[in-house]
């Protein structure tokens, strides 16, 4: 059972909530929070499910599963207002897609003469089944940031304009040393925060749901995750 933790990690999404708020909200002491943290013991049946309404998960998540992300490689959760900016996009349906969109964004800002591109990507869900179960193929779209960039007749690209837009970010530490498991669960650490504190995703055609941006610093690939919030 994995519900100690997981009752300590819905309890940190919850803006960092204390064990006395905690124990207010249930009705029970701040020592049997402590407890029931510990694996000590368990709650019964009626304070189960109020835990569950209280954080918005099911019992067999709450009880089962194990929520609990390791924290060390993330930074805090937090809110960035992104001010608009223009962008020209590539999509890849291929079975190492992000490699080939960066490279060809990178490859626009070459040929743009831009010395310090910022690039960004995410996924593109447009793939048949035959594609994704058969092939292993998935799509990914990477972008160039066209801000303060001088376009002479460039046929090639296609400029989109986002406006400014509220996310909930998260950053990636080390963002290359485990991807296939560092990234995803950046996204459940992010859903989880917006799940436990009422959060909604916003979903506009017009806005870019959710993006990455990896960039170097001091020797070290870092990773900032974006979704778009109301």
């Not at 309890?11 to 249930?26: D, F, P, S, V, W």
């Not at 193929?137 to 090639?156: C, F, P, R």
């Not at 916003?202 to 001091?218: A, G, Q, T, V």
Request: proline content about 3%; glycine content about 4%.
């Amino acid at each position: 059972m994995f519900f100690g933790q997981n009752l300590q990690f819905l309890r940190k999404m919850g803006n960092n909530m204390t064990q006395e708020e905690l124990a207010e909200k249930i009705g029970v002491s701040r020592q049997t929070i402590s407890k029931w943290e510990l694996n000590i013991v368990y709650p019964d049946m009626d304070k189960l499910v109020e835990l569950c309404k209280l954080f918005s998960c099911t019992l067999d998540e709450l009880v089962r599963e194990d929520m609990n992300i390791p924290g060390d490689i993330y930074s805090d959760i937090r809110f960035k207002d992104v001010e608009a900016f223009n962008y020209a996009s590539y999509a890849v349906i291929s079975r190492e897609p992000e490699e080939d969109a960066i490279r060809h964004a990178r490859q626009w800002a070459a040929d743009l003469k831009i010395k310090e591109p910022v690039i960004i990507g995410w996924d593109f869900p447009v793939v048949s089944q035959e594609q994704a179960n058969v092939y292993n193929m998935h799509g990914y779209a990477a972008a160039l940031i066209l801000d303060n960039v001088t376009l002479k007749n460039n046929k090639e690209l296609e400029i989109t304009r986002q406006e400014k837009q509220k996310y909930i970010v998260i950053t990636v530490k080390e963002s290359d040393l485990s991807p296939f498991t560092s990234i995803p669960n950046a996204y459940k650490t992010l859903m989880a925060h917006m799940k436990v504190n009422g959060i909604k995703q916003k979903n506009d055609r017009n806005i870019l749901p959710c993006f990455e941006r990896e960039y170097f610093i001091k020797g070290k690939w870092h990773m900032d995750i974006y979704i778009a919030v109301l």
